[in-house]
């Protein structure tokens, strides 16, 4: 079992492997009775350890045309959606794509699927930052009116971090991209192995304590 660092769905906290999905993979584990430790590597070696090695299993990726037949898939895991965010005392309404182009500037990522949906969209009103926390501060300082880099769990992840309450931003109606996190399997792992892994995932959706991992990460 192997994943990387990206918060706040896996990542390393004080030496162990945490997050949202690391704690839906440990429950699905414990469904089956088996037990594997969760190594963290950066996102090229994982994608190499996953095409050359014959028993391995990567959380989370997007399932993508691309990779779709380079793996086989357990999930998924959740399905996340990115939307533009104001701060709680803006008062303006957003409900489209022509409403966020009138916005006065707004904060996205460097690079990256998000960045490049909104390149696609003919978003041009932008400032691209590398760091999360600088995106939401330049909406803190008013310096930005709106925001779009991560998903609720995200940015519920983020606010935390920078001690601001997790409702002080607010989504608006416009959702820029929606994507699913899977778990990607080496292609010579047994399909018996991935129908028991996918029923046992299935199983924990729909229990209770999926509901109180997310509410967890969203609170």
Same mark, same amino acid.
Request: some cysteine.
């Given at each position: 079992?192997?994943?990387?660092?990206?918060?706040?769905?896996n990542?390393?906290?004080?030496?162990?492997?945490?997050?949202?999905?690391?704690?839906?993979?440990?429950?699905?584990?414990?469904?089956?009775?088996?037990?594997?430790?969760?190594?963290?590597?950066?996102?090229?070696?994982?994608?190499?350890?996953?095409?050359?090695?014959?028993?391995?299993?990567?959380? $989370? %990726?997007?399932? *993508?045309?691309?990779?779709?037949?380079? +793996?086989?898939?357990?999930?998924?895991? /959740? #399905?996340?959606?990115?939307?533009?965010?104001?701060?709680?005392?803006?008062?303006?309404?957003?409900?489209?794509?022509?409403?966020?182009?009138?916005?006065?500037?707004?904060?996205?990522?460097?690079?990256?699927?998000?960045?490049?949906?909104?390149?696609?969209?003919?978003?041009?009103?932008?400032?691209?930052l590398?760091?999360?926390?600088?995106?939401?501060?330049?909406l803190?300082?008013?310096?930005?009116e709106?925001?779009?880099?991560?998903?609720?769990?995200?940015?519920?992840?983020?606010?935390?971090?920078?001690g601001?309450?997790?409702? $002080? %931003?607010?989504? *608006?109606?416009?959702?820029?991209?929606? +994507?699913?996190?899977?778990?990607?399997? /080496? #292609?010579?792992?047994?399909?018996?192995?991935?129908?028991?892994?996918?029923?046992?995932?299935?199983?924990?959706?729909?229990?209770?304590?999926?509901?109180?991992?997310?509410?967890?990460?969203?609170?």
């Amino acid at each position: 079992m192997i994943t990387e660092d990206w918060a706040p769905y896996n990542y390393r906290d004080q030496g162990k492997v945490v997050g949202f999905s690391t704690e839906i993979v440990h429950t699905v584990m414990d469904e089956l009775g088996e037990h594997y430790p969760i190594e963290i590597y950066p996102g090229a070696r994982g994608d190499r350890m996953l095409k050359t090695l014959p028993n391995v299993m990567h959380f $989370s %990726l997007f399932r *993508t045309p691309e990779r779709e037949n380079r +793996f086989k898939w357990v999930g998924p895991i /959740s #399905k996340q959606a990115v939307y533009f965010y104001k701060r709680k005392d803006n008062p303006q309404t957003y409900r489209s794509i022509k409403d966020i182009k009138q916005a006065r500037l707004i904060t996205v990522p460097h690079k990256g699927l998000v960045a490049s949906r909104v390149a696609a969209l003919g978003i041009t009103n932008v400032i691209k930052l590398s760091e999360r926390e600088k995106q939401f501060s330049l909406l803190f300082s008013d310096r930005a009116e709106l925001s779009v880099n991560v998903s609720p769990l995200g940015v519920a992840h983020y606010l935390k971090m920078m001690g601001k309450p997790v409702d $002080s %931003l607010v989504a *608006t109606d416009v959702k820029l991209v929606e +994507f699913p996190l899977y778990i990607a399997c /080496s #292609k010579e792992i047994p399909d018996e192995v991935i129908q028991r892994w996918q029923k046992a995932l299935d199983k924990v959706k729909a229990s209770d304590k999926y509901q109180q991992i997310y509410k967890k990460y969203l609170m």
